[in-house]
């Protein structure tokens, strides 16, 4: 079984910066997909970013290209979501899930394990 701890939600300003923290446990990652999805109040929950564990193959949403990167920390086994120039439409529940299959999706149903989640709030 697989646990996804997320950490680092807040409320910032519009064109601040946060850093989410995802620690993934109880499982080998190599063959991993490691995802971020986000889900606003009343909206479904949508695909941000995601890196393939094994060789740090990082995709992106078009609304976060160039704003956010996602990373790997092997040593550690965490997940990180750095997001700069936030903006108020981010304001969103952030959820850490992982794939069990080296092949992107950015379908939430083809994900196998979620975090808890952590909110981000940017007011304007």
């Known amino acids: 079984q697989v646990q996804l701890v997320e950490s680092g939600g807040g409320l910032v300003q519009d064109g601040n910066s946060l850093r989410l923290s995802c620690a993934a446990s109880g499982h080998t990652f190599s063959y991993y997909i490691m995802g971020w999805f986000r889900q606003a109040p009343g909206k479904d929950r949508e695909f941000v970013a995601a890196i393939r564990w094994s060789d740090g193959t990082a995709y992106y949403a078009d609304f976060v290209r160039g704003r956010f990167t996602i990373s790997r920390d092997n040593a550690k086994s965490t997940v990180y979501l750095q997001m700069n120039n936030l903006k108020p439409e981010d304001t969103a529940v952030y959820y850490c899930?992982?794939?069990?299959?080296?092949?992107?999706?950015?379908?939430?149903?083809?994900?196998?394990?979620w975090g808890q989640g952590t909110q981000v709030t940017v007011s304007s």
């Open positions: 899930t992982a794939r069990s299959s080296p092949l992107l999706s950015r379908n939430p149903n083809e994900y196998d394990f």
